[in-house]
């Protein structure tokens, strides 16, 4: 499933060294702004304790876990918009990411330049925030703008039903991006989300922040007050924030599993801050998994929530949706709990499931079909 989520920030807040972590790509990370000009495309793995344990049972020939994918995109500066820093190129490459991964610098570092060759000590995470998310938000003003004129005059004759709603939903839009708000922030009726999802807006991308900390104040993020302000923002728009250090995930990447353990549990955290991103973002686009479980293969598959059977067949391939029959569906948790497909049949919970069938988070299925 080519779904992604775009890595942004100002130059120097961390993104390249974060998505050095998440992918091991080696991007190149240096102390000027612009040392990403071209986007990096990694994939990662999506942690789940789930397909462990499910291994663990099975005891497949293989195991192949589901991945996401992270776009790091170059550093945005003021003016963006109006196409500054090579600003038309980065704001078209966050329009192409489903999901946008906003980072902060949280942390004091002398070293580190900021835009404009001004100094760390003036470390202010909600100007840094406000800078993007302005650039943004008068992309998207420009666009609304030039939209609101065109379908205003047809909306205004109430003979093009399509035209009302467009117009309806550019008028709640437009002057919340006038104050400066990104239209996430707006609660949309059922029927005018397709109309939203169409105007294709920068600012209606779910967003999560990410609080990036020094080394040493990684363990104890909530002492931290560049933390909290930036955990208070993200709350104003219903979005989360993930806090790490990416110098820190960077050391970790690097590392044996059994060191990472080791690592992680001498600097007080119990699971990787790239995991807990990887985790969130992949939630983030309401996204699930599902499992196939035999002999030769257990693996995980990333699906839509939502999906029926069918589609969730066709993610495996083509024909399994077109010829799909039946799905024969167990939970995770009740394999867990009975520890084979045989009880879990024996105890009445294996099902077969048809057509109509949602699929849900944790499923273990193996799809039957006819080509």
């Known amino acids: 499933m080519a779904l992604t989520a775009g890595i942004v920030g100002l130059p120097n807040v961390g993104k390249s060294t974060l998505f050095n972590a998440i992918t091991q790509a080696g991007a190149e990370a240096a102390n000027y702004p612009f040392a990403t000009i071209d986007p990096n495309v990694g994939t990662v793995e999506v942690p789940d304790e789930r397909l462990t344990k ?33 600003g038309n190129k980065f704001l078209a490459n966050i329009r192409e990411v489903d999901a946008i991964i906003h980072v902060v ?58 035209a009302v709603l467009e117009f309806k939903v550019l008028e709640k839009i437009k002057p919340v991006l006038e104050e400066g708000k990104s239209a996430r922030t707006i609660n949309f009726e ?11 807006l920068l600012t209606t991308k779910p967003v999560l922040y990410v609080a990036n900390v020094s080394e040493d104040e990684v363990g104890a993020p909530d002492m931290i007050d560049y933390v909290k302000q930036i955990r208070d923002f993200a709350a104003t728009e219903n979005a989360d924030t993930v806090v790490i250090s990416a110098r820190v995930e960077e050391e970790i990447a690097e590392l044996e599993d059994d060191e990472k353990a080791e690592f992680l549990e001498a600097i007080g955290l119990c699971e990787s801050g790239v995991d807990k991103l990887t985790q969130t973002a992949y939630h983030l686009l309401g996204l699930g998994t599902y499992f196939t479980a035999g002999e030769k293969e257990v693996r995980a598959w990333t699906f839509k929530r939502g999906i029926k059977a069918p589609a969730a067949a066709g993610i495996i391939h083509s024909d399994f949706e077109k010829g799909f029959i039946r799905a024969v569906t167990m939970s995770y948790d009740d394999l867990i709990q009975y520890g084979s497909e045989k009880a879990v049949k024996e105890a009445g919970r294996l099902r077969e499931e048809g057509k109509e069938y949602v699929v849900q988070d944790g499923d273990i299925m193996e799809f039957r079909f006819n080509v």
């Open 54 to 86: 499910i291994t663990e049972l099975i005891k497949p020939k293989k195991t192949v876990p589901t991945t996401f994918e992270f776009t790091d995109i170059a550093g945005i500066v003021k003016g963006a918009s109006k196409g500054e820093g090579l």
């Open 190 to 200: 059922d029927d005018e989300l397709k109309v939203v999802k169409s105007l294709f």
């Open 105 to 162: 610098r949280a942390f004091d570092d002398e070293n580190v330049m900021r835009e404009q060759g001004r100094e760390s000590d003036f470390v202010d995470p909600l100007a840094d925030i406000d800078t993007i998310n302005l650039e943004l938000i008068l992309a998207d003003l420009e666009s609304v703008n030039k939209r609101y004129t065109r379908v205003e005059k047809i909306a205004r004759t109430q003979k093009d039903k399509d």
